[in-house]
């Protein structure tokens, strides 16, 4: 039986710039029984059309992002401290070269639209609504180009509905 708690989005009381930015998330998404997720720490929760909404930027050479395009759901989900080598190995190898769920010993539930881990604390099921890629043209704060893109390595932003919280 899960552990997980089905909350409202305006139940979390995490703080969103310490439990992306410093906890990081992974971002999971599936092909049919076969998932894959990847470490994201840029991003955000919100509103957008007066929906609660998850804001995510993946970067196209991502496994993830070819199985982000294909499915309309995605999750995200956090983790305990005890899991921060498990984030960063999926921060830092591809699901190209390994099941990275069998290597970080997180567990694949798929009882949702979208894949995410019994390991986690806190998940979000996020549909797409909106997806965009950044690009030169429209970047304000140019100082980012360098530090940030290639020319060839622009970030997809995903807005998204968050249809589900499941909570432990
Ligand atoms: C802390 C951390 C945060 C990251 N945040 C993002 C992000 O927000 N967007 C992104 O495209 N990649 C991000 N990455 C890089 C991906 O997680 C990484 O390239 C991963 O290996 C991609 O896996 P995949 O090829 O299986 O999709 C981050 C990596 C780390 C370690």
Redesign the pocket.
């Given at each position: 039986m899960s552990d997980f708690k089905k909350i409202n989005p305006s139940e979390i009381t995490d703080n969103p710039f310490d439990l992306i930015g410093k906890d990081?998330a992974l971002v999971a998404a599936k092909n049919g029984d076969y998932c894959?997720m990847?470490?994201?720490?840029?991003?955000g929760v919100g509103i957008m059309w007066n929906k609660p909404a998850a804001f995510t930027?993946?970067?196209p050479q991502?496994?993830?992002f070819g199985l982000m395009e294909k499915e309309d759901y995605y999750s995200l989900s956090f983790y305990d401290e005890e899991y921060r080598e498990a984030l960063?190995f999926?921060?830092?190898?591809?699901?190209?070269d390994f099941d990275?769920a069998a290597e970080c010993n997180l567990t694949p539930c798929f009882d949702e639209k979208a894949p995410y881990f019994k390991e986690a604390k806190l998940v979000m099921i996020c549909r797409k609504m909106y997806a965009q890629d950044l690009n030169e043209q429209s970047i304000i704060d140019t100082k980012m180009l360098g530090p940030q893109y290639n020319g060839d390595d622009y970030?997809k932003m995903y807005i998204s509905e968050i249809i589900k919280v499941l909570k432990k």
């Open positions: 990081w894959n990847m470490t994201a720490s840029w991003g930027f993946i970067r991502r496994f993830t960063k999926c921060g830092t190898q591809s699901g190209r990275k970030h």
